[in-house]
Nanobody, 124 residues
Framework: QVQLVESGGGSVQAGGSLRLSCAAS?????MDWFRQAPGKEREGVAA??????YYADSVKGRFTISKDNAKNTLYLQMNSLKPEDTAMYYC??????????????????????WGQGTQVTVSS
């Protein structure tokens, strides 16, 4: 069983930056960031696996996903934040992740590994 613990969320003004971290209890090839805003479905934001990255159109050019394998830690650098980026951000790994068979359009919370989330609030 893999445990994921997110950190780094907070409140920031529009145009600001935050860096999220996700500490994993083991090294996993596929890891993603998802987010869920109030009243909305959970959606995939960024994915990393096997040297490749993938981004949702809404964050492309503003967010950067990276992974430190030595520390078993996933990161999400978020720049030029917008109020619509306000959401709970979740780390997902293994079969939950896009490049290991997971779904961004209909994420299955019973599949793979999920963290508890970290809140990001962007004010205008």
């Amino acid at each position: 069983q893999v445990q994921l613990v997110e950190s780094g969320g907070g409140s920031v003004q529009a145009g600001g930056s935050l860096r999220l971290s996700c500490a994993a209890s083991g090294n996993i090839d596929c890891m993603d960031w998802f987010r869920q805003a109030p009243g909305k479905e959970r959606e995939g934001v960024a994915a990393i696996a096997y040297g490749r990255t993938y981004y949702a159109d809404s964050v492309k050019g503003r967010f950067t996903i990276s992974k430190d394998n030595a520390k078993n830690t996933l990161y999400l650098q978020m720049n030029s934040l917008k109020p619509e980026d306000t959401a709970m951000y979740y780390c997902a790994a293994g079969p939950a992740a896009r490049m290991c068979g997971g779904s961004w359009s209909s994420p299955n919370l019973s599949r793979g590994y999920w963290g508890q989330g970290t809140q990001v609030t962007v004010s205008s």
